[in-house]
């Protein structure tokens, strides 16, 4: 023990690590009387106790670091695999259907670019040329009547005068009221179709260079062509067939109703029916659309790409691969032409056996009230009877139409989230007007990446350029 030898060592390390729990006196005494022999030898032990905790919490630390640092390259890949993986190696991005906004809030924006007194002027009228019509109905019947009744005004040249000259009032309100309906929505058309290509045009020059790495050209050359040409011409005409079919079956069903008023609950069940029909309509109708559009964009691209690379097709001897293939798309393209008139027939035939239900009603009800109802007014009810069923028909049809051609609306307004470059002109960052006043360039921290979604190509680059100074 005095000479520290290594029972000396064993005996200070059994002192260093003992836990004095459960001893008593006695060996307190003996280990009072070790530790004094033994003091140096403790110090030494416990010197290096800390220091092997201090390199065990340092390597801890460094392997925690490590660990870290692996887990963040780790993430860094696995971010990359998962971009990687979901462009699954294709630059091009697929046309996803637009359902952004409600179809109430697209009208809302529809009739925006419309004008709402273009709107206002419309309905004006039409309801002024409803009213007209249904009123020289009334006035032709009642004379016809006259005449069944025995009091033949063709004598009375004075009454005559006057039937003649109130219907050749009401023709010329209807000849005045229906082409200034139509030059309204020709002009609200036009101007709608103005903005949206002004807004397009607008964006796609602004748009940033990645936009046109993930976006066909056929699928840019499509919206220019096609969706503007249903904005100029397309929509028009169905809105204009639509308010013109919306007025004639409310003036319908007011003339029919004067034959007697119970036949409106009868009829409103079939109203019902026909809304069921479109609205069940409308879903393929508006899926089909999506689908032509998007076969009409990958048709065209293809075409355009072939002829830009024809002498490439030629020199390798492929030109009948590339013709199949354009064959193929075409008849995709056709295969949707001819669904979508499939849909619309099979439209078209349940509302035409629902029109002649309502047909089949008005000419009961004329019997049964035969007693009750005159001639004129049963006759005029029939006949207009008759009509509402192509009424109906052309309503249902064109407001499905009119629904698809918005689709149109929608994919222009999308332009509005298209992402641009920066403004042309930046008041913040104007330099001065004495600009440049030293011939120095200067980067400080300066980043950049290909496109947005990529990593970084370029961190933290810091150049410091001075005037007349070799680069």
């Known amino acids: 023990m005095a000479k520290s030898g290594e029972f000396a060592e064993f005996v200070a390390e059994y002192v260093v690590k003992q836990e004095y729990e459960d001893i008593d006196e006695k060996e307190m005494q003996i280990l009072a009387k070790l530790k004094q022999t033994v003091k140096p030898l403790i110090e030494r032990q416990e010197s290096h106790k800390t220091e092997a905790n201090t390199e065990n919490s340092v390597h801890r630390l460094r392997s925690q670091m490590s660990i870290n640092e692996t887990n963040n390259n780790t993430t860094e890949k696995s971010r990359t695999v998962h971009k990687l993986q979901e462009c699954n190696g294709k630059l091009t991005q697929m046309e996803k259907p637009v359902s952004s906004t409600t179809k109430l809030d697209l009208i809302t924006k529809y009739i925006q670019l419309f004008g709402r007194r273009s709107l206002f002027t419309i309905i004006f009228a039409y309801i002024v040329s409803t009213i007209s019509t249904m009123a020289s109905g009334l006035w032709l019947s009642q004379w016809s009547t006259d005449v069944i009744d025995g009091t033949d005004i063709n004598d009375n040249n004075e009454w005559r005068n006057v039937r003649l ?83 004639a079956l409310i003036a319908s069903l007011v003339m029919i109703s004067l034959e007697t008023p119970l036949i409106l609950l009868a009829i409103l069940p079939i109203i019902v029916v026909y809304m069921l029909c479109q609205r069940l309509s409308m879903t393929s109708i508006r899926q089909i659309t999506h689908l032509d559009t998007s076969a009409r964009s990958h048709t065209i691209s293809y ?67 035969r007693h009750t109802v005159g001639a004129g007014v049963a006759a005029l009810a029939i006949t207009y009877a008759l009509n509402i069923t192509d009424v109906i028909t052309q309503l249902v049809i064109n407001v499905t139409i009119t629904e698809s051609s918005l689709m149109a609306v929608e994919r222009c307004l999308a332009f509005r989230e298209l992402p641009i470059e920066a403004e042309w002109y930046n008041e913040r960052t104007k330099p001065a007007d004495n600009w440049p006043t030293m011939g120095c360039i200067q980067f400080t921290d300066y980043c950049t990446k290909y496109r947005f979604g990529l990593d970084l190509v370029l961190k933290d680059i810091a150049i410091d350029m001075k005037g007349r100074q070799r680069v």
């Open 303 to 369: 075409i355009a790409e072939s002829y830009n690379g024809t002498a490439v097709i030629r020199a390798f001897g492929a030109d009948r691969d590339f013709g199949r293939e354009s064959h193929r798309r075409l008849d995709a393209h056709n295969r949707c032409q001819y669904s979508l008139l499939v849909a619309k027939c099979w439209l078209a035939v349940r509302l035409e056996s629902l029109g002649y239900s309502i047909v089949l009603l008005s000419a009961v009800f004329a019997v049964a009230f």
């Open 165 to 247: 000259g109130v219907f050749v009032v009401f023709s010329v309100i209807q000849m005045l009221a229906i082409p200034g309906a139509q030059g309204a929505i020709s002009l609200g058309c036009v101007s709608a179709a103005k903005q949206l290509h002004s807004l397009m045009i607008e964006r796609m020059m602004r748009a940033t260079i990645s936009y046109f790495d993930t976006t066909p050209m056929g699928r840019t050359l499509n919206l220019f062509a096609e969706d503007m040409d249903v904005l100029d011409s397309a929509i028009g005409f169905v809105i204009r067939v639509s308010f013109l079919k919306f007025f």
